[in-house]
């Protein structure tokens, strides 16, 4: 049996698919079975700096949508046998469904955000341009084709059976919950602390920690509405990790008086990440929208509190081992966050997301792909356990 992954296109830089790709190459590895990842040849897109905008990216198009299916095709003459299997790691390349053997192959949906919001839904906090549309609107149509197809959460799995049924009526669309695809604990303080002093953080003062992007869905503002609203209850530091700080959340930190409290950890390396979210007085992740949601469970996995928003999937991914509060409603964050300051609620709340967390693991993850697709497990169960989270 041979597995053939199907990644992603390298100049658009999607670390995410990346290391989801990575998690399954080491599952089926792990699971005793021969597998290569494909990616798109960058091509045209090597005549130019980068591809995701301007002629760049209609460069990128030509080797994704063009080149790549021929390639396809072609390599995939031959190999389409009863003993070989493929799998598409992102929904956002379903037009290669087409180009595959329809009964061996599956695909991942990860959330269909962009979607939706190609749709014009609101809710998806996702805006679209008009090639964007058509595009979304060609991968929707694309997924329907899928006669295997994993989602990652039951809202996601629910969202997409909103807009769309499999053409095939014997389909199998399941959920398959993400598992971590890094490895995350709670780090010791005395070895945390070299790493926090590095990214800038004065380890005498407790910090509220986000974790993420700059994109409006990520609601990054949420933490200083919710630390304006602690008031003189507590006069700790914003941290946010990820991309570095747009100038509207700068502006607004300025308006709060809370701009000397905020620190910025841009693109941090894991190690900096974990000891993050070991150290933090408590995760913050008001997000609006998410297919999954990663931080949910890394903060977890690392022993921190997490508040979060209370909009599925984030229920849940948190199994409960969260506080939950609207989006919009800072006071809501503030409140639960107070609750937390008493020793054994805190406790109580970091055990049961390590606790939660169990159902993450790789080996699960790994044993449900084996099973969408088909493919009997050869090797002895302990192949299958998942590396030390």
């Known amino acids: 049996m041979r597995i053939v992954l199907i990644g992603n296109y390298q100049p658009d830089g999607q670390e995410s ?7 399954l190459v080491e599952g089926f590895g792990r699971a005793g079975l021969a597998t290569e990842t494909w990616l798109p040849t960058v091509f045209f897109g090597a005549l130019v700096r980068q591809t995701t905008s301007g002629l760049g ?39 290669y469904l087409p180009h595959l053997p329809a009964a061996q192959t599956g695909i991942t949906c990860h959330d269909v955000l962009a979607i939706r919001g190609g749709l014009g839904y609101a809710d998806a906090y996702v805006a679209a341009s008009r090639m964007g549309r058509v595009l979304q609107a060609w991968i ?17 799995l629910g969202q997409l059976n909103e807009l769309t049924t499999p053409a095939t009526p014997a389909a199998d669309w399941r959920v398959i919950h993400n598992a971590f695809n890094a490895r ?41 509405e919710m630390a304006a609203a602690l008031g003189s209850r507590w006069a700790g530091l914003i941290c946010f990790a990820g991309a570095p700080l747009e100038p509207a959340l700068l502006a607004r930190a300025e308006a709060l008086g809370l701009r000397q409290r905020v620190v910025a950890v841009a693109s941090p390396a894991h190690e900096t990440l974990v000891a993050l979210y070991s150290t933090c007085a408590a995760f913050v992740f008001p997000s609006y929208s998410e297919g999954f949601g990663w931080p949910v469970i890394e903060a977890q996995a690392c022993g921190a509190p997490v508040l979060v928003s209370s909009v599925a999937p984030m229920p849940e991914v ?5 506080r939950h509060a609207d989006p919009d409603d800072a006071p809501a964050f503030a409140a639960a966050f107070l609750d937390l300051l008493d ?17 993450f693991e790789p080996a699960a993850m790994t044993a449900a792909y084996l099973d969408l697709l088909a493919i009997p497990v050869l090797t002895p169960s302990p192949m299958l356990q998942p590396a030390s989270l």
Request: aromatic content about 8%.
């Open 140 to 156: 929707l149509g694309s997924l329907r084709r899928a006669e295997r197809l994993a989602a990652v959460s039951h809202f996601t």
């Open 57 to 95: 990216k209609w460069l990128g198009y030509l080797d994704k949508w063009v080149l790549f299916p021929l390639v396809l095709r072609w390599r995939t003459r031959g190999t389409a046998r009863a003993d070989h299997r493929f799998h598409i790691c992102d929904h956002s390349n379903a037009p």
């Open 343 to 359: 020793g054994p609620t805190r406790q109580a709340l970091v055990q049961a997301g390590l606790a939660n967390c169990q159902r």
């Open 17 to 23: 698919m990346r290391r989801f790709a990575d998690m």
């Open 184 to 224: 995350f604990w709670p780090m010791p303080a005395d070895q945390a602390a070299p790493l926090l002093r590095a990214a800038g953080l004065d380890l005498n003062q407790p910090f509220l920690l986000h974790v993420g992007s700059d994109l409006p869905r990520k609601n990054r503002a949420l933490l200083l």
């Open 318 to 322: 948190s199994g409960g081992a969260a």
